[in-house]
């Protein structure tokens, strides 16, 4: 019983740790399109939903793979949009304030 619960948390903790590097890179590549200030001002309301609507499909793929047990792939997906919903709202807060 005790394996199977370390091997659980191991698989979730490297599935979050790769969701969080493919979602910063998912981010770079978003923002990379807008070259200057003035266009990372108009891009990031557009990414910032994206990155909303790719949280709630992710969360909600995530939670269906937890219950099936692939604790891997559910990290992955929890971990997927926490950085570009983060890094967007930084981006506006640093653009608008």
């Not at 992955?76 to 640093?94: E, I, M, W």
């Amino acid at each position: 019983m005790k394996t199977s619960q370390t091997s659980g948390t191991t698989g979730t903790i490297v599935g979050a740790i790769g969701g969080l590097a493919a979602g910063y890179v998912l981010w770079l590549a978003a923002f990379s399109i807008a070259d200057d200030n003035a266009a990372v001002g108009e891009w990031a309301p557009t990414v910032l939903l994206l990155s909303v609507v790719l949280a709630i499909c992710a969360v909600l793929w995530a939670s269906l793979l937890r219950r099936r047990g692939n604790y891997l792939w559910s990290g992955f997906g929890f971990g997927l949009p926490v950085l570009p919903v983060v890094l967007t709202l930084a981006v506006l807060a640093d653009v608008y304030l």
